[in-house]
């Protein structure tokens, strides 16, 4: 007896855990597909009806307007974030002094919660008394900067919050990319008298290849879980200018009682995931095994 | 006496793939078996078979006459020291060495004076605060085998225990095992791939490959007397030599035919070729073969041979020749006069010789 | 890395260099304003009165300092309804980020002690489905939960939010604790079995000891999600039992009254405190959760 528990112990210790992340996390996906798929409204209701929750939410135009932001928003983060980190790491390997107090001030903002991210530049960023206000005491009487309250552009307020908050991180990512390159292959290239940016460009950042997807995968994730940083620097607004599809999903599930749509919405939100995140921890967990 | 060991018909499968196949091996109480071969042949899986760290896929395992073929490690009355000496990193010399004797509930006092008694014998006394991390490679060796003798076991497992040390403490800790073996009587069951450690240490070998056991025997006979092509090969450095052959009957006499590089084949007469298919392998150790005149002795015939190479190596100086398509090295003394691109008369003792079926690889003497 | 910054090649005039390096910590200190501006502001705009906002410059230095702000975000600022500031929310956070720090770091140890060192079949398949656990985006389970919790009866507890940190956790300190604990020779559980260990004494006595690092590393990234979490708190809490961030965003966003935006800015940094003194405090650490949360899988 003691002999069958000492060798079933590891699994009944790991049980609780992946019953829990069966129910809880592929469960409720499945119910949130099943009634995505039904006329939940106010009450899921448990009935398939087909398509019809996805046919409605293709034909919203608040929906429509969440997608192209998300997209936008998608693109311009990323590739922002990317491009700043890696010019400020680049910046940093050059054995600079001051560097652990400077790598400190650039990623603090990744300590922060979102919501005191979108406080502060909310703060920052309105007309009335922030940059365009102080810029204008400065004497550029005809300074504008309202990005925040103009509907075409206070998506843009959201990638330049978000930058800030995350471009630190993709700093520290890609510092510990360039760090960790073989110190000989680099001695080789300077013995063979190849200037430095050439180094950089041949033989280091090449090198990197799965830093970069690493830090591509984390900030589309980040991107696509956007939700806190839109509630607190803009609500939504104006009108729906910065919904978000976590925004919408939210607002349908919790304030306008729609849950077939809230549902729909979030399973759209999963399978955006999914087309990113699955490629890669399969090639993850496919290279763990051959090595 | 009851054989201490007892492995009958053991298999070990992982999935459909065997990686133990049909082991049967039996070792009296005081011996010292160690269990050789290259990496991958299985050995390493057949000792962790014999701690009850793998389970058993087939057969049985009996230590000390009891039938141990289910029963969890702790229960097997085994002591095993690791390659990497797995020695507890957060624990002092001293708790790591107790751990299993705290475990088991043991008091204090019994605790304190077999610490004292395993400290004294591997003098390692001075150590006992210290953490493993501060210990040198030899030290953490000891530790090791400080922690494996306190217990006191029916058997010691020993799996490469010392394959992480520098060639000269190898040697050092080799003969302290042998000389730990000789004065504690202990049953031993020790993996090595390096054949030298096999040689020294055992009173008996198990030559394993693909998770076969290609033979058993004394460190002589396993030397002496190769079960197969395989176990000539593995065993002894330089290794054996391996020539091709023909063999020629001629009514009560058998002649041996090898092909030189320049002239005629040699011919050899031996009368243990006699019946022998007409293709072989005649396998030579490099010790069996000298420079005419320094070997003596019924079996020993000389021809001509072109010196392709001569490599000093101190006492001895290894000359290489091609016979029959393959380089021969021959141990001569540190003076010979062979000379490379020269011919030399060589003597070979073909009392000492093996002969292996081209086909099989078997022995057929 | 090798040296590359001291082999310029020679051709590169002496002067070139200087100007180079120069151009280089100018760049650095561009970027370090940047990143701190906004923290200065937040800080200034705190300790100055309203009359000062209004009239002054968001940059400038607070004329005159005053803890007035900071006061009323602490005890006296409007989430709505209830005007108590911003202390009962912040006890909620603690009291909700504790016990599920606590409890998923656990989970994740012992899970992780098994997935790495305890192999059985399965289990590679086991951890994947976990992994994948860490990637969905939580609106794809608020609905069900929200379900679960009220049938639970504990929709709008802050036990029923702690539940919630500790399920979806998880998958991250498990990984955490596996990626740490694959490094751990196997060796050393077999020493330990043959000592006569069982499966909990290997654990407590050789595993546990071991993993202070991993602790540190896991429980800070715990504490700094779940502090900073906004769409659990949001979705499953109601009037009493919200967490700081929630409370934040209802003070900076109530419509009531005039605007304070000192008061706005002494909140978010009262919110924003804890996290940024596990930053200050264990910087080393909190970063290599990040890298290790996101790069390895």
């Known amino acids: 007896m003691s002999e069958w ?129 102080t810029v204008r005491g400065w004497g550029f009487e005809n300074f504008s900067f309202d990005w925040v309250v103009n509907p075409d552009f206070a998506i843009y307020t959201i990638v330049l919050a978000a930058v800030w908050q995350s471009s630190g991180f993709v700093m520290a990512l890609f510092l510990a990319g360039l760090r960790s390159v073989d110190g000989e292959i680099i001695k080789a290239a300077q013995v063979d008298g190849i200037p430095t940016w050439r180094i950089y460009t041949a033989i280091i950042i090449p090198s990197m290849a799965p830093i970069f997807l690493s830090a591509f995968i984390v900030l589309a994730h980040l991107a696509i879980k956007s939700f806190d940083l839109v509630i607190a620097l803009t609500g939504g607004g104006p009108g729906y200018a910065t919904d978000l599809p976590a925004t919408y999903m939210y607002a349908m599930a919790f304030s306008r009682g729609d849950i077939g749509q809230a549902a729909s919405s979030a399973m759209i939100m999963m399978l955006v995931v999914f087309a990113i995140v699955v490629p890669y921890l399969y090639s993850e967990l496919r290279a763990k095994t051959d090595g | 006496m009851a054989p201490i060991l007892d492995i009958k018909s053991l298999y070990k499968n992982y999935g459909t793939t065997e990686i133990l196949k049909d082991i049967n091996v039996a070792i009296e109480p005081g011996d010292f078996l160690v269990l050789v071969g290259p990496s991958g042949c299985g050995k390493s899986t057949l000792l962790n078979c014999i701690a009850g760290l793998e389970p058993i896929s087939g057969g049985s395992l009996h230590i000390g006459g009891k039938d141990m073929t289910h029963v969890s490690p702790k229960d097997r009355d085994i002591a095993m020291v690791f390659q990497s000496y797995a020695l507890y990193p957060t624990m002092s010399v001293a708790k790591n060495i107790t751990f299993g004797m705290k475990v088991r509930g043991i008091d204090q006092a019994t605790q304190d004076r077999k610490l004292a008694e395993v400290a004294s014998q591997l003098q390692i006394e001075q150590l006992l605060n210290r953490r493993p991390g501060q210990l040198s490679g030899g030290q953490r060796q000891r530790v090791a085998m400080g922690r494996a003798l306190v217990r006191d076991p029916k058997l010691f497992l020993f799996d490469e225990p010392l394959s992480n040390l520098d060639a000269k403490l190898r040697v050092e800790m080799r003969s302290e095992i042998k000389k730990l073996h000789q004065t504690l009587g202990a049953s031993m ?163 000492k010789v093996s002969y292996f079926s081209t086909g099989s690889g078997e022995r057929l003497n | 890395m090798a040296d590359l910054a001291h082999s310029t090649p020679r051709s590169q005039s002496n002067l070139g260099r200087i100007a180079l390096r120069w151009l280089l910590y100018i760049l650095l200190a561009v970027f370090a304003l940047y990143y701190l501006m906004p923290l200065f502001v937040m800080v200034t705009t705190s300790l100055k009165s309203l009359d000062e906002i209004r009239t002054g410059s968001l940059v400038a230095l607070p004329r005159e300092v005053t803890f007035d702000a900071w006061k009323t975000a602490w005890s006296g600022a409007c989430t709505g309804i209830q005007c108590e500031g911003l202390q009962p929310y912040f006890w909620n956070s603690v009291l909700l980020a504790v016990p599920a720090v606590m409890i998923s770091t656990l989970i994740g140890a012992l899970n992780g002690y098994v997935i790495a060192q305890w192999r059985f079949k399965g289990a590679n398949l086991i951890f994947s489905l976990m992994l994948f656990g860490c990637f969905i985006p939580f609106q794809v389970v608020l609905l069900p939960m929200a379900r679960l919790l009220g049938m639970m009866g504990l929709a709008g507890t802050i036990p029923g939010l702690i539940f919630v940190h500790v399920i979806y956790g998880i998958g991250f300190t498990t990984l955490f604790f596996r990626n740490y604990y694959v490094t751990i020779p196997s060796e050393l559980v077999k020493a330990a079995k043959v000592d006569g ?88 650490y909190f970063i290599r959760g990040l890298t290790a949360g996101s790069v390895k899988g």
């Open chain 3, 197 to 284: 260990a069982n499966f909990f004494r290997i654990f407590w006595s050789i595993f546990l000891p071991l993993s202070l690092p991993i602790i540190v590393v896991t429980v800070i990234w715990q504490f700094t999600q779940i502090w900073n979490d906004f769409l659990f708190g949001v979705s499953f809490s109601q009037a009493g039992t919200q967490p700081v961030t929630v409370a934040l965003n209802n003070i900076v966003n109530s419509t009531t009254g005039v605007k304070e935006y000192n008061v706005d800015m002494a909140a978010a940094i009262i919110a924003a405190l804890p996290t940024l003194l596990v930053y200050v405090v264990a910087g080393k």
């Open chain 1, 5 to 133: 528990l000492e060798n079933h112990l590891p699994k009944m210790v790991l049980a609780p855990s992946f019953i829990a992340v069966l129910v809880f996390v592929y469960g409720f996906i499945g119910w949130t597909a099943w009634v995505s798929l039904t006329r939940s409204k106010l009450l899921p209701r448990y009935e398939i009806h087909g398509f019809i929750q996805y046919d409605r939410l293709f034909a919203s135009p608040r929906w429509d307007t969440a997608m192209n932001n998300l997209f936008i928003f998608g693109a311009l983060f990323i590739v922002i974030a990317m491009v700043l980190g890696l010019l400020l790491a680049i910046m940093l390997d050059q054995k600079i002094r001051t560097e652990g107090v400077i790598r400190t001030i650039y990623l603090y903002p990744m300590a922060l919660s979102m919501i005191v991210t979108g406080t502060a530049w909310k703060w920052i960023l309105n007309p009335g008394l922030g940059i365009e206000a």
């Open chain 2, 189 to 351: 069951v020790y993996v090595t791939h390096d054949q030298i450690e096999a040689m020294t240490l055992a009173t008996k070998i198990v030559v394993m490959k693909g998770g076969v056991i290609q033979q058993i025997g004394s460190p002589s006979e396993i030397y002496n007397r190769p079960a197969n092509l395989f176990v000539a090969d593995f065993m002894g450095s330089p290794a054996m030599n391996l020539i091709p052959a023909k063999i020629r009957q001629n009514g009560g006499d058998a002649q041996i035919e090898i092909t030189r590089s320049t002239g005629a084949p040699i011919v050899f007469h031996d009368p243990k070729a006699k019946g022998l298919p007409e293709d072989v392998i005649l396998g030579l150790r490099p010790e069996d073969i000298a420079e005419s005149g320094f070997r003596a002795g019924e079996g020993v015939q000389e021809a001509e041979c072109q010196v392709e190479m001569v490599e000093p190596a101190g006492a001895d100086t290894y000359v290489v020749s091609e016979l029959g398509g393959k380089q021969v090295t021959a141990r001569m003394h540190a003076e010979t006069s062979a000379v490379p691109g020269q011919s030399l008369s060589f003597a070979f003792d073909l009392s």
